[in-house]
Structure formats: C-alpha cells, structure tokens
C-alpha cells in the first residue's frame, strides 16, 4: 500500500540551505531533483518575479552552485536548472535503486529541505530514513497518510491524537532502533508528559496497530490464534 511522507531533513548544510537563507522568502521551492552519474545532482527550482534579482545574485555566492541556467518564465515564476556538487549524503539518501519514492514536492528552507514523498511501502519509508542518519542527515517524520489522493489527511489507525503522536515521533527519533536512539523518558521530555505516561501511550498505540494488522486475520483463520 503506498503512503504518503512529509519529512523535514534539518541539516544546514545540505546543498542550497545557504541560497534559501539569503533570500526575503527563506526558502527556495524546488520542483524536481534529479541524481547526475558523477555524484552531482540537477534541481529544478522556481523564483517569484519579486525575488528573481535576489536569486541571481545570491547563486554566485554559493560554493556548491556549479551551473545555473535560466529556463524562462511560468506561471509559478521564473524556472532554472541548478548542477550542485553535494557532499552532504543527498543523492545517496535519495538514490531511488535503494527504495521506492517518488517526490512530490520540495522546499529548501533555512532549516534543511522540507519534502513530501510517495513511498511504496513502509519498509520504502524505514529505508529512506536509515539511508539518512547514515549520512547523518536529520530526519524529522512531519505527517504520514495512507490515501497518496489525500496526503493531508494522516492514518491514524484507530489511534487517538496522543497515540499518533506519541508513536510517531518514537519512530521518527530512533525509539525502536537497535541500539535505541531515544529512551522513554527523553520521548517523554517530548510530549510534555512523565515517563510512565509515554510508556503507557506507546504501549496503547502497539497493541492498536498490532490488532489491526492480526485482527482480521485471526477473525478469518481462528487456528493462528
């Protein structure tokens, strides 16, 4: 089943965070970004008209900006086509042999790269987030959805709010990685609520997911239980 993922990769030297930082918007929308054979990489973005004299300006003054050429003029604004040297992990990160994702859309802030992407599955997404924190990428799991139509719209699962969040941000920090990446009580200090409380929210969530994914099929095949 695919789903949806908004993911905030906040890291300040990912490529085109220094751009984004120099601009009135401090942010840079980018339409496509495409992995080059020599580890370069090819993005696609678009400037408002108000903006263009401040992008053009800006993209001389970044080191990793190898080539910019001006494609013209949309509706959006004006279109240009950037070769970016990264040493940050990027490309790798994003290498779509490795898993299955297609992007949605991106936006570098002068936080690191804000993007929404249509993974697979959730071995796709899991994936995706392991290639990351290998390259020591911060990973920050905004929002997940089931229905690719309506990726506003979270699947929760049966999950109330609290255990949404609880497990989501557990997943999204490391909670269930081997050697854990962060201890209950630090997922506590997250949530604003004592460690035995995040202990019980987590324990509520896993038995909730774990009776919607074996629920329906021990109603069908009563001998698994």
């Known amino acids: 089943m695919a789903i949806v993922a908004e993911i905030l990769l906040a890291d300040r030297t990912l490529p085109l965070v220094g751009l984004a930082s120099s601009m009135p918007s401090n942010n840079v929308p980018i339409s496509n970004i495409i992995p080059l054979e020599d580890g370069r990489l090819l993005v696609e973005v678009t400037v408002a008209d108000n903006w263009r004299k401040a992008f053009e300006q800006s993209v001389d003054t970044q080191p990793e ?22 040493e940050s992990g990027l490309v790798v990160s994003h290498d779509h042999e490795n898993f299955r994702g297609v992007l949605m859309n991106a936006t570098v802030t002068d936080e690191g790269l804000r993007h929404q992407k249509v993974f697979s599955d959730y071995d796709a997404l899991d994936t995706h987030r392991d290639l ?11 929002n997940i959805a089931a229905d690719p139509e309506n990726p506003g719209e979270p699947d929760q699962f049966g999950l109330t709010k609290k255990q949404y969040r609880a497990i989501s941000i557990a997943f999204a920090q490391g909670y269930y990685d081997s050697p854990r990446a962060l201890s209950t009580q630090e997922l506590a200090n997250e949530l604003g609520i004592s460690g035995p409380s995040a202990s019980d929210l987590l324990r509520r969530a896993e038995k909730q997911l774990i009776s ?4 329906p099929m021990l109603a069908v095949n009563p001998r698994a239980q």
Request: glycine content about 8%; aromatic content about 10%; proline content about 0%.
């Open 65 to 86: 900006i190898v080539d910019a050429i001006e494609i013209g003029r949309t509706a959006e604004g004006w279109f240009y086509r950037l070769t970016i040297d990264d």
């Open 132 to 142: 990351c924190a290998a390259h020591d990428i911060s990973f920050d799991l905004l």
């Open 212 to 215: 919607q994914t074996l629920g």
